[in-house]
């Protein structure tokens, strides 16, 4: 299949079946983001690779415990990420270590702030390599930042100190996925001939 018609069915997966994900796959989506692109090689990401049914449960119960104090809306959109992080297969949350903007703070604040820019970028294009080589062994994914909401639990239960910048739930599919209708090209895309 080629690269476009591949990333058009890259559905998100949010129900996932209870078969394990092989050690060799969960390697293979680790090397994904370690060779995602970062800005002068500075790699600020750190992952953790969870499997314990346990510590995603935990996981689990303390964004449902947080999703009862959101405004509306959004406190239903965190109770159904809570589900979908205590089904899914292997849990992987994504760290912003922040070796660049750190350093680049020191300059000035607009040195920061790009630097904090790039590693945003960087990790995200982590994330999306995780889940195109995920989708491509036929393993289901969802990229999830609403658990940020509660980045203090969850580095409690993972006794961890850096910025958390999204969850990646993975598991073989329970579910269809959808894309969202994408909007009119036109709209969006601005042509300088
Ligand atoms: C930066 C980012 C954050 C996301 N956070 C969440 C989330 O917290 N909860 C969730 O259910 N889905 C989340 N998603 C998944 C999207 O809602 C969506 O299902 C997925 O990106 C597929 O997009 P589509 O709308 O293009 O089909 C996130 C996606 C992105 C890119």
Redesign the pocket.
């Known amino acids: 299949m080629d690269i476009l018609s591949f990333l058009k069915k890259a ?2 997966i ?1 129900r996932f079946s209870s078969t394990d994900i092989k050690e060799d796959d969960i390697n293979r989506i680790i090397q994904a983001g370690i060779w995602g692109p970062s800005i002068h090689g500075f790699q600020p990401w750190k992952f953790i690779i969870i499997q314990n049914k346990n510590v995603i449960f935990q996981i689990s119960q303390v964004i449902l415990i947080k999703s009862k104090k959101l405004h509306i809306g959004y406190n239903t ?1 965190l109770k ?2 809570a589900r ?1 992080v205590e089904n899914s297969n292997v849990l992987i949350p994504v760290y912003n270590t922040r070796t660049l903007s750190k350093q680049m703070f020191k300059v000035g604040r607009r040195y920061g702030s790009c630097g904090y820019l790039s590693e945003i970028q960087a990790i995200s294009a982590a994330v999306q390599n995780i889940i195109l080589v995920a989708n491509s062994l036929n393993i289901g994914a ?5 658990p940020t909401f509660c980045h203090t639990s969850i580095n409690r239960i993972l006794n961890e100190e850096d910025e958390l910048v ?1 969850i990646v739930a993975l598991g073989y599919p329970a579910q269809k996925g959808r ?2 209708k994408r909007v009119n090209i036109n709209s969006i895309v601005t042509f300088i001939k």
């Open positions: 559905t998100a949010r959109l159904h990420v979908t969802c990229w999830l930042v609403m999204a894309r969202s």
